[in-house]
């Protein structure tokens, strides 16, 4: 950097190639998303294989009797991230699950859950 020398070089990069993201290999587990209770998580998986692309995933509510509602989204291994929703009155509501973008819904989304 500004003609010095950089210790240990030269480096070896690896470069790999980006998968662009594809939402139409992308599901869910269980599916259908399961109802639950008011102020209980209601869990599910989004799996997205490695030709899905980098994503990222998107949880995002639609509609439904109250907003906001508490949404949790990590990732929990390879390929997998977590999902916890938490409603806080009875109803039915829509969840929308995205992957690469906000217009790009996985196939099922948006998805619609009753609570109790």
């Given amino acids: 950097i500004n003609a010095e020398y950089m210790?240990?070089?030269p480096y070896q990069v690896d470069v790999v190639e980006s998968i662009p993201s594809?939402?139409?290999k992308v599901t869910i587990e269980p599916n259908p998303?399961?109802?639950g209770s008011i102020d209980k998580p209601v869990t599910f998986h989004i799996i997205?294989?490695?030709?899905a692309g980098t994503g990222p995933a998107l949880v995002s509510h639609l509609s439904g009797p109250v907003d906001p509602v508490k949404i949790?989204?990590?990732p929990s291994s390879s390929g997998k991230y977590l999902v916890n929703v938490t409603y806080p009155k009875p109803g039915t509501y829509k969840l929308s699950v995205n992957w690469g973008g906000k217009d790009a819904p996985?196939?099922?989304s948006p998805f619609e859950i009753k609570i109790d």
């Fill in 72 to 74: 949790e989204c990590s």
């Fill in 48 to 51: 997205s294989p490695s030709s």
């Fill in 7 to 9: 210790g240990d070089s």
């Fill in 22 to 24: 594809d939402a139409s």
């Fill in 106 to 108: 996985i196939p099922g």
């Fill in 33 to 35: 998303i399961a109802g």
